[in-house]
């Protein structure tokens, strides 16, 4: 019996060995799908500059502090981005309604154009990319990455 649970935990061990390497392998395609798409809105944005914008543009406004929260950055970090983001005419900032000491940051119309289409670009990979497996196959998937990000 005790072979039997011994060559189960290799089983384990061996399958979660696989998928942390395609996980490393996802993730480096995520980074240089994240320079291109940077690229695609603008040729100076940066990779970091572009998910701040992102979530900026879902969010329908926000503020530094709350980017640094979610991304666990600096906040000097993040106002030298919102500073290039509103430079290259992506980002916009008006005083908080409610706290005159709190920007609202809002994504331009141009950078929503653009992300849109990038948007667009990447759900049509997704799609070409899944397109075999079957629906309660995604829902198993989408079940593991929730796991993982609340581990």
Known sequence: MAATGTAAAADVDEALAEFQGQLNLMFAKARTLWKESAARVHP???????????????????????????FEMDKSVVSRQVRMLEDLGLLESRPDEHDGRLRVLTATAEASAALAAVRADHAERMR?????LEPGEIEVASKVFRVLAEA
């Open 128 to 132: 070409a990319a899944m397109i075999e």
């Open 44 to 70: 100076e944005l940066q990779p970091s500059g572009y998910k701040l914008l992102t979530f900026v543009a879902r969010s329908e406004g926000t503020n530094a502090h709350q980017l640094a929260e979610c």
